[in-house]
């Protein structure tokens, strides 16, 4: 098996029930059996996306229950893995705005928990979402969706896929979104195309390219976003589908990737690979957001633009090989990684109050006569660089897998004024260890262990922190332990897990006052959780995605703002989500969803939370012939009680919840 993993392409995945994959992508190592693996994977296949009628990286925490919603606005959501922020890559490579890559140009997110830091650098401890693009397949076809959305909102795609010789093939995947939302006023415009070209010149070298181009553009409205007052109530969730923003409120989101790859199989059992990746974005934004909640419902309105362009630059050359020492088999892995990421500011403006209302009587405003979206960046704000080395010997000997590997990263950041002076620089050197080990139990199942360290970025404070000036914070270190078991069988995937993690803590927090804001670097943050996941097919015409995590998190060994057993503020302690789907008759389905979170803390030290929340989705989906053409229809409504919630808190700023819609998708094959 090993040998089929290693020259290995996307096409060659092995989907089971058509719900989970058997292999991942997991950083330097490669494609992976999961099994193998000492750490906990959740591989989420293009057919749950379709499936669940995924559309944004929000919506994943409904196949994770790990995975956390924080925030969505400003065209950038925000989801935490075990209590973390996490990091968004597309195949391994990191961008600010992967977070809007289109999932609908995507074969498989890989969800890899624990060992983020030695697999892709400088990493948050939780985990790292990877997208792995859809790319050339071996037969050709074209496949056509149509999907529609409360209240008008339609989507059509398109993806082609088709081999030009035995050894060259193409896929150009297609998409434009538009009409109104589910919000009050407010209009969605998105087009987007991808391709993808494979090369096999010669049996032993593999070439591959893509290209992909997005602009997503509300163009009124939005969803609000509020930033409650110090002190004061929260108030009940309000409507999210009445507009608190202004309709005259502009969002244009411009998202470039490119990629290059080469693979060359040089001799047996060895292969050297160099890659490259690019990611140009701009964002650009007039708002009426920056809603400050205050006493009895009030909402400050307050006017604001900027534009920004966050850039990110990867290479990486590495080698993996196969060397046989007596009964032991040793999978070497020597890779070397460069990253850059230069980011530029325009010249916006800030928070300028400009009228007041209430969640029950949100006000209209006149557009403002300086309206307009502001034109390119003019000046860069910062730049990060990343140099590392990784080696790795991943050890079978029977039964039986190590895992013990090293990173060697080299970092640096400066940030800049808009008159180019250097405000502030960071440098680290560092080693980043990882160890594991896991045994097979027959051939469906393992247990294993294993310990990682990471390394991150410092946190960047908000404006209204007084303590300590609003830049960037020195990186940050943290460690991992974790225990867990795995197994498949022909139609399902299930795995269970426990882990300790402890992180230097960096984070918002309340003065003795309690109201003035302030910023800590101090102390640990200690999450301890517990998580479970089920997904496939379990019996004959039953499909399960399914997953619980318990997760205490708490700040330790802090020396001010009495902080110490404070629960950090966005972590939900239990999330738990089931999906149901049965074969009611030949090519029909039906399904229901339960997705509930506990309730979360909004400050430190812990003086206010919102509420937990449970949502109930059903649907109906029917797949079968028609003309001789494959067809799929899938309905289904999402919160269907119409529950009212606070979706997610992020450094103070609440995102609400998603109201009852209906989401219909139809598919053919060409």
Do not use: C
């Not at 096409?11 to 719900?19: H, K």
């Not at 990611?279 to 400050?300: A, E, M, V, W």
């Not at 049965?582 to 969803?593: D, S, T, V, Y």
């Not at 028609?626 to 919160?639: G, Q, T």
Request: proline share 5%.
């Amino acid at each position: 098996m090993a040998d089929d993993l290693q020259s290995a392409s996307q096409s060659d995945i092995v989907v089971v029930g058509d719900l989970q994959a058997k292999v991942a992508e997991v950083g330097p190592l490669g494609l992976l059996d999961i099994l193998s693996t000492p750490y906990s994977i959740n591989s989420v296949t293009a057919d749950t996306i379709e499936l669940r009628q995924t559309r944004t990286l929000i919506e994943l925490q409904k196949t994770d229950a790990s995975a956390q919603f924080l925030f969505n606005g400003f065209g950038a959501p925000v989801i935490a893995i075990r209590g973390f922020t996490a990091e968004v890559r597309l195949d391994g490579a990191r961008s600010q705005y992967s977070a809007q890559f289109p999932l609908e140009f995507v074969d498989r997110i890989d969800i890899i928990k624990g060992a983020s830091s030695f697999l892709y650098g400088f990493a948050a401890p939780g985990g790292v979402v990877d997208y792995a693009l859809k790319r050339p397949e071996g037969r050709a076809f074209v496949t056509a969706t149509a999907s529609y959305r409360s209240d008008t909102n339609l989507l059509g795609r398109v993806d082609v896929n088709q081999p030009i010789t035995d050894t060259l093939g193409v896929r150009v995947n297609a998409l434009y979104e538009g009409g109104e939302t589910y919000l009050q006023d407010d209009a969605q415009r998105r087009i987007g195309v991808s391709g993808a070209a494979d090369w096999r010149p010669t049996e032993n070298l593999l070439l591959r390219a893509d290209y992909t181009w997005q602009r997503n553009a509300p163009l009124s409205g939005g969803g609000a976003t509020f930033t409650p007052q110090p002190g004061v109530a929260l108030p009940e969730a309000p409507d999210p589908r009445r507009r608190y923003n202004q309709k005259w409120e502009r969002l244009r989101v411009i998202v470039q990737s490119y990629g290059l790859r080469g693979d060359w199989t040089f001799a047996h059992d060895w292969t050297a690979s160099l890659r490259a990746r690019g990611f140009i974005q701009t964002r650009s934004y007039f708002s009426s957001g920056g809603l400050s909640l205050g006493p009895n419902g009030k909402i400050d309105n307050a006017e604001f633009a900027f534009n920004d362009g966050q850039n990110s630059f990867q290479q990486q050359a590495k080698i993996n090989g196969l060397v046989r020492i007596g009964a032991a088999e040793h999978h070497l892995t020597l890779s070397v990684d460069r990253q850059f990421d230069p980011n530029a500011t325009g010249t916006g403006f800030g928070f300028l109050p400009i009228d007041s209302g209430t969640l029950d009587n949100p006000i209209d405003i006149p557009r403002p006569a300086n309206f307009g979206l502001p034109s390119d960046p003019k000046y860069r704000t910062s730049r990060t660089l990343q140099k590392a080395g990784t080696l790795a010997d991943r050890i079978e000997l029977g039964p039986w897998t190590a895992l013990l590997a090293v990173r060697y990263v080299d970092f640096s950041q400066a940030n800049f004024d808009p008159a180019g002076a250097t405000t502030s620089t960071y440098d680290v050197n560092r080693f980043t260890p990882t160890i594991g080990l896991s045994r097979r139990i027959g051939s469906h199942a393992s247990v294993y262990a294993s310990y990682a360290q990471s390394l991150e970025q410092g946190a960047t404070p908000p404006v209204s922190a007084a303590n300590p000036a609003p830049t960037p914070l020195g990186p940050v270190g943290s460690d991992q332990f974790e225990l867990g078991v795995k197994a498949q069988a022909a139609g399902f995937t299930a795995t269970a897990a426990v882990f300790h993690l402890r992180r230097d803590y960096q984070g918002a927090a309340t003065r003795a006052d309690g109201v003035t804001p302030g910023f800590i670097d101090d102390g640990k943050q200690v999450h301890t959780g517990v998580e479970a996941t089920l997904s496939g097919k379990v019996a004959p015409g039953w499909n399960v995605i399914a997953g619980v995590t318990w997760l205490d998190a708490r700040i330790r060994e802090a020396a001010g703002f009495a902080l110490n057993g404070s629960t950090p503020d966005g972590v939900a302690k239990f999330q738990s989500t089931l999906f149901v789907e049965h074969e009611a008759a030949k090519g029909l389905f039906i399904n229901a969803g339960l997705f509930h979170a506990s309730g979360r803390e909004i400050e430190v030290p812990n003086n206010r939370r919102i509420g937990g929340f449970t949502t109930v989705d059903a649907g109906i989906r029917w797949v079968g012939e028609v003309a001789a053409h494959k067809l799929s229809i899938n309905a289904n409504v999402e919160n269907v009680l119409g529950e009212r919630y606070w979706g997610g808190e992020y450094f103070g700023v609440l995102s609400l919840g998603v109201p009852r819609q209906f989401k219909l998708t139809i598919s053919t094959g060409l």
